[in-house]
Nanobody, 125 residues
Framework: QVQMVESGGGVVQAGGSLRLSCTVSGLNFDDYAVAWFRQAPGKARDGSAC????????YYANSVKGRFTISRDNAKNMVYLQMNNLKPEDTAMYYC??????????????????YGQGTQVTVST
């Protein structure tokens, strides 16, 4: 059974930083791309960043480019999202998700079919 568990969310002031972690189990992690999605109240869930199976290719949405960094440690089955210079508009529930692919992690956001329970990030002014 595939499980994904997010952690690291919290409340931070604008301009601050947080590091989210995602622990993945129940699959051959080397065969999977991982993405971070976020969903603000009343809005759709959107992909913010993704990383391919090897960690050598990443993708960022324009809204987070230059501020967020996604990384992974395949030896530990972990994925991270370092979030710097946080803004109030980054306030959302953040989810990690995975799908089996050795291709581009951003070519099919709708194919991510396994999600964690989410971790809340709140950025205050």
């Amino acid at each position: 059974q595939v499980q994904m568990v997010e952690s690291g969310g919290g409340v931070v002031q604008a301009g601050g930083s947080l590091r989210l972690s995602c622990t993945v189990s129940g699959l051959n992690f080397d065969d999977y791309a991982v993405a971070w999605f976020r969903q603000a109240p009343g809005k759709a869930r959107d992909g913010s960043a993704c990383i391919n199976w090897s960690g050598k290719r990443t993708y960022y949405a324009n809204s987070v480019k230059g501020r967020f960094t996604i990384s992974r440690d395949n030896a530990k089955n972990m994925v991270y999202l370092q979030m710097n210079n946080l803004k109030p508009e980054d306030t959302a529930m953040y989810y990690c998700a995975t799908r089996p692919t050795h291709g581009d992690c951003s070519d099919s956001w709708g194919s991510y079919n396994t999600y964690g329970q989410g971790t809340q990030v709140t950025v205050s002014t």
